[in-house]
C-alpha cells in the first residue's frame, strides 16, 4: 500500500523564523504530492500541489520541494506568524484519482 | 454559505441506531468523499462517488453504506452503529475537469459520538 508518514511530534518555533516540516512516501514516486492546512474543528484547506517533475513550488510565504531520490516532501513557511499555528497534512496521489493523507504534523508559531 | 455543508455538526447516538450524515455542494463538482479522521490514523476514505452512478469502497467500507441522491448530495449511513466509529467524519468534492490539479473542498465536519 501507498504510505505517507509525518512527524507526529508537535513543531515549536519562534515567530519570524522558517518552519520546515517534513513528509515521507513508500513505493513508487507519485505523479504528485498536496499539502493541506487543518485548524482545530474545522476541515483540511488546500496549499500547494507539486508534481513528480517539479523540484520547487512557492506560493507567497510558502514553499514545498518534491525529492524522488529521498522520497520526501519538505514544506517551508518562512516569516512565520502566530497565525500559521495549525496541523499540516501531506497527501499522495494514491492511484485511482485518490489520495492518501498523512496523520499531518502539527505546528506552533509562537510570539 | 460555505460550498460543502455537513449536517449534522455533532451527533451523539447508541450502539446498534442506524445514523445518516449528510453532505451538500455547492460548487457543481461531480466528485464527491467521505472520510473518517481518528487521532494518530490520520484521514481515511470511506467511500467516493464520481458520478451520480458511480459509487465506489474506499479503505475502510465495513460497517457504512453511503447513497449519491443527485450530484450535489452524498449522504453517509451506518446501519447499526458501533463504539470504534467515534470520529470525525468529513465530506469532500473534487472537480474532474481539473483532473491535473485534482485538489480536495472539505466540508467542517461531523463530530459523531457512538456510546
Known amino acids: 500500500s501507498q504510505k505517507i508518514e509525518q512527524n507526529s511530534e508537535a513543531l515549536n518555533i519562534q515567530e519570524g523564523k522558517t518552519a520546515t516540516l517534513t513528509c515521507n512516501y513508500t513505493n513508487y514516486s507519485p505523479a504528485y504530492l498536496q499539502w493541506y492546512r487543518q485548524d482545530p474543528g474545522r476541515g483540511p484547506v488546500f496549499l500547494l500541489l507539486?508534481?513528480?517533475?517539479?523540484k520547487e513550488k512557492r506560493k507567497e510565504r510558502l514553499k514545498v520541494t518534491f525529492d524522488t531520490t529521498l522520497k520526501q516532501s519538505l514544506f517551508h513557511i518562512t516569516a512565520s506568524q502566530p497565525a500559521d499555528s495549525a496541523t499540516y497534512l501531506c497527501a499522495r496521489e494514491g492511484g485511482g484519482n485518490k489520495l492518501t493523507f498523512g496523520t499531518g504534523t502539527q505546528l506552533k508559531v509562537e510570539l | 454559505d460555505a460550498d460543502v455543508t455537513q449536517t449534522p455538526r455533532n451527533r451523539i447516538t447508541k450502539t446498534g441506531k442506524r445514523i445518516m450524515l449528510e453532505c451538500s455542494q455547492t460548487k457543481g463538482h461531480d466528485r464527491m468523499y467521505w472520510y473518517r479522521q481518528d487521532p494518530g490514523l490520520g484521514l481515511r476514505l470511506i467511500y467516493y462517488s464520481f458520478d451520480v452512478k458511480d459509487i465506489n469502497k474506499g479503505e475502510i467500507s465495513d460497517g457504512y453504506s453511503v447513497s449519491r441522491q443527485a450530484q450535489a448530495k452524498f449522504s453517509l449511513s451506518l446501519e447499526s452503529a458501533i463504539p470504534n466509529q467515534t470520529a470525525l467524519y468529513f465530506c469532500?468534492?473534487?472537480?474532474?475537469?481539473?483532473?491535473?490539479?485534482?485538489?480536495?473542498?472539505f466540508g467542517s465536519g461531523t463530530q459523531l459520538s457512538v456510546l
Open positions: 469532500a468534492t473534487s472537480d474532474s475537469k481539473d483532473a491535473r490539479n485534482e485538489k480536495l473542498f
Open positions: 507539486i508534481r513528480e517533475n517539479e
